[in-house]
């Protein structure tokens, strides 16, 4: 079967591959993937920059979209035919307080797909049952397939910092996690949004403002301080949202948000710091970081899937071929598009 392999450290290290089937195991599922989207954390591997552990080789991809053709030996609730999106844990252990409690996204043993297990960026994907979910009719597989990074928005806006009616929210960057907060916000009742980005997020700002952002500022062209100073009462953001992935992005959140405020971060940034964390007490700010998600997130994220509350065809920039997918990955890394999605094997139904 055809996989896109990470098969080294170096940058661009990442090729199609001919790789043998997984063999249907007792207790686990084979799913034919027939949409996966690109990641930033796929971009950052392609590029050999990321800020996790990783396996060498390892097929990528972890946002999942597809349908059940096998069913392993004591596997109960599923059938052939079942069209589901998967989570990302491939493995967690089941016996830390953190997997008892339901917070097994944050296990010490967990290994996600498509970094330390093979992922979904081939046309056949072995999954525990656990980490399965049922796609909404009407919902198409390259829509499901934005689940996993929606999920991601909503644990960090609902589940962490939380977002309440009125407030003045900012997002730094509008890569695909940035335009799913900017959704969920809206859903949460923020008053007012702001983007922020950089010149290279020209394009990505012009969708932030077609996506209902109250304001964008080029934080290379304009002083976002200014901008949110003249916002609401002028004390600063109620929340900011670091979707960047660049750990300066935390120096300019302390500037922007108001006492009492909240701080997520999200996104992953391997740079030291080089700044004081003095702000974060004078302003008795909060600071949450957010990490992946759990699976009342994903059932959550589905049924707001199926009432048309999210807006996943607005994200999404193409659809690929497998063969194509070192131009999806570049669309996203030059900021042409937000969202790229992978269609493996045969060509997608609705």
Not at 75 to 100: H, K, P, Q
Not at 317 to 336: I, L, N, P, Q, T
């Amino acid at each position: 079967m055809k996989a896109i392999v990470k098969f080294g450290y170096g940058d661009r290290e990442v090729e199609v591959r001919e790789a043998p089937e997984p063999e249907l195991e007792p207790g686990q599922v084979l799913i034919a993937t027939k949409a996966v989207g690109v990641c930033g954390s796929d971009v950052h591997m392609w590029r050999n920059n990321q800020s996790w552990d990783i396996k060498i080789p390892v097929t990528m991809g972890h946002e999942t979209a597809g349908v059940i053709v096998g069913v392993g030996d004591g596997v109960e609730g599923w059938s052939l035919g079942d069209r589901v999106v998967c989570e990302t844990a491939a493995f967690i252990c089941g016996r830390c307080a953190l997997c008892r409690t339901g917070r097994y996204n944050l296990c010490p043993d967990r290994e996600g797909f498509g970094n330390l297990r093979d992922g979904a960026f081939a046309e056949l994907l072995l999954a525990p049952p656990r980490v399965l979910h049922r796609i909404p009719e009407g919902v198409s597989f390259e829509e499901a397939a934005m689940t996993e990074p929606f999920a991601v928005a909503y644990n960090a806006l609902v589940e962490r910092s939380t977002v309440t009616p009125g407030d003045l929210v900012v997002i730094q960057g509008f890569g695909a996690i940035g335009a799913l907060s900017l959704q969920v916000a809206r859903l949460r009742g923020a008053s007012t949004i702001v983007v922020l980005g950089t010149d290279r997020d020209e394009l990505r700002l012009n969708k932030a403002r077609e996506m209902g952002a109250d304001y964008t500022v080029n934080v290379q062209r304009e002083d976002a301080s200014v901008v949110v100073g003249k916002l609401h009462d002028g004390l600063g953001a109620d929340v900011v949202v670091d979707a960047t992935g660049v750990s300066l992005a935390l120096q300019q959140g302390l500037e922007l948000v108001r006492p009492l405020g909240s701080i997520v971060k999200i996104g992953w940034g391997p740079q030291p710091l080089g700044f004081s964390l003095d702000p974060l007490v004078q302003k008795a700010v909060t600071l949450y970081g957010s990490f992946s998600h759990s699976w009342s997130t994903w059932e959550r994220v589905l049924g707001l899937f199926e009432s048309g509350s999210l807006d996943a065809q607005g994200v999404l920039g193409g659809v690929y071929k497998v063969e194509e997918w070192e131009e999806a990955f570049e669309a996203m890394e030059s900021g042409r598009n937000i969202k790229s999605v992978i269609a493996m094997g045969v060509a997608l139904p609705a």
